[in-house]
Every structure is written in structure tokens, then in C-alpha cells.
């Protein structure tokens, strides 16, 4: 069997370890209805569109 001649140290243990733990940004893409930032393959959160279809109806803004 294969034995470490070395004892790992904590900082390259842990700097192994760590790679697991990363967590990514989320993918953007603009809406191509509003052109707002939405996550792709979900409704646009401003405009209510998904494949161009309004799935979700959006209550007018009163500015």
C-alpha cells in the first residue's frame, strides 16, 4: 500500500479542501424583451416574459 513519507500540513490540507467549497457566480443574460439582467432558462423577474410569451402578468408601476 502506499504510505506518505511526509505529514501533510494544515495549509496544504486545507488549500485541497477548499476547491470543493468554491461556489460560482450565477449565469446573467439580458432579457431580450426589457433587456434586463434575468437568469437564463427562468421568467424575467421585471418584465414577466419567458420565450417570449408573458407567463407572469406584471401590475402597472405607478411612478
Partial sequence: MAVPKKKTSRSKR???RANHDRVAAP???N???CNELMV???VCP???QY?????VKKAAQAD
Fill in 14 to 16: 486545507d488549500m485541497r
Fill in 27 to 29: 449565469t446573467v443574460i
Fill in 31 to 33: 432579457c431580450p424583451a
Fill in 40 to 42: 437564463p432558462h427562468r
Fill in 46 to 48: 421585471s418584465c414577466g
Fill in 51 to 55: 420565450k417570449g410569451r408573458e407567463v
